[in-house]
């Protein structure tokens, strides 16, 4: 990812944290987890400001499969890089990329409970087995 600098970070912060916060609230995230929540969607997007933020409304770098042929407002969208292979999901809004990535964290590997993790790693490894 481009090096952003901490001005421009704080810049971006400032701008789309109070959006994010909001439609995540809205979408269901629970207001002890935000921070957690909105932590994460910062750094899968670079500060937003990622091509996968910006030209696919998507903040969590979520990865197209077949199954998003049947999700409203999901097609397929840009290439990821080469080394990862497939592509990125975009999303008609952010607020379609929001209602998706509340789907992915809650599944809590199948029991539709909110994930809950003692720290970031144990939480990063529940999402990415939970991912479907």
């Known amino acids: 990812m481009p090096y952003i ?18 439609l995540l609230l809205k979408n269901g995230v629970p207001a002890s987890k935000l921070n957690l929540v909105l932590s994460q969607i910062i750094l ?9 933020y910006k030209l696919d409304n998507n ?12 999700r409203p407002g999901a097609s397929v969208g840009r290439p990821r890089p080469g080394s ?25 590997l199948g029991y539709g409970k909110p994930i809950d993790s003692a720290n970031y790693v144990k939480y990063a490894d529940k999402i990415g087995r939970a991912h479907v």
């Not at 903040?59 to 049947?70: F, L, R």
């Open 84 to 108: 990862e292979g497939g592509n990125y999901v975009k999303f008609d809004s952010y607020d379609s990329a929001a209602k998706d990535y509340v789907r992915i964290i809650n599944m809590d």
């Open 5 to 22: 600098p901490e001005p421009q970070k704080q810049a971006q912060i400032k701008k789309w944290s109070p959006y994010w916060s909001d």
């Open 44 to 52: 899968e997007s670079n500060y937003f400001t990622s091509d996968p």
């Open 59 to 70: 903040p969590a770098g979520i990865t197209w499969n077949y199954k998003y042929k049947k």
